[in-house]
């Protein structure tokens, strides 16, 4: 029951200035950019507070606040149900604080499937603030072919980079750019 809600959650999403890279019936590789200007060390924190900016909409409990992500290799990027129990999103597999994140796992009804995921996030500086990617990569057997579900993920991922911008531009700390 739950792999229904997650895809029907993750189908209704809403298209996105965003970049489908690549789709094939076994892979898809979707990049979503967004430039701040804040410092490198506030882009790269606000990302980690997932909970205060994903999309309540595409979580199993329907409220972000259950939203975690603990930042060390093998940490987990997981939600808690209020009745008990949860769900591993993602792993933690590389963690270069402030530079690079890199997590493992197939996300919303993607891991119903046998498939696999990498996002990779990285924060750069760049003139007058920050420029922050998101690759994210899956393969494996997807039921339909991955290629279908490319445009559905990328629309789902660039409304999360759209929260979490503008939740980075809200930090307190985003008005203490110094050039």
């Not at 959650?9 to 970049?19: C, G, I, K, P």
């Not at 990328?154 to 531009?169: C, H, I, N, P, S």
Request: charged share 20%; with cysteine.
């Amino acid at each position: 029951m739950k792999w229904i809600l997650a895809a029907g959650l993750f189908a209704v999403s809403t298209a996105a200035n965003a970049d489908v890279v690549s789709a094939n019936p076994n892979g898809l590789h979707v990049r979503e950019t967004v430039q701040l200007v804040v410092p490198p060390a506030v882009a790269f924190d606000a990302f980690t507070r997932i909970g205060d900016w994903w999309n309540k909409d595409h979580t199993y409990s329907g409220d972000s606040a259950n939203l975690s992500l603990a930042l060390s290799p093998g940490g987990c990027f997981c939600e808690r149900f209020p009745s008990g129990g949860g769900i591993e999103h993602m792993r933690v597999t590389f963690l270069d604080p402030g530079k690079r994140l890199l997590m493992t796992g197939p996300l919303g009804p993607l891991l119903y499937q046998a498939t696999t995921g990498v996002m990779d996030v990285t924060v750069e500086r760049i003139a007058g603030g920050s420029k922050v990617t998101l690759d994210y990569r899956a393969a494996g057997f997807a039921e339909g072919g991955a290629d279908k579900l490319a445009a559905v993920v990328d629309g789902v991922l660039a409304d999360q980079m759209r929260r979490y911008r503008t939740y980075a531009r809200s930090r307190p700390q985003a008005q203490e750019l110094k050039p």
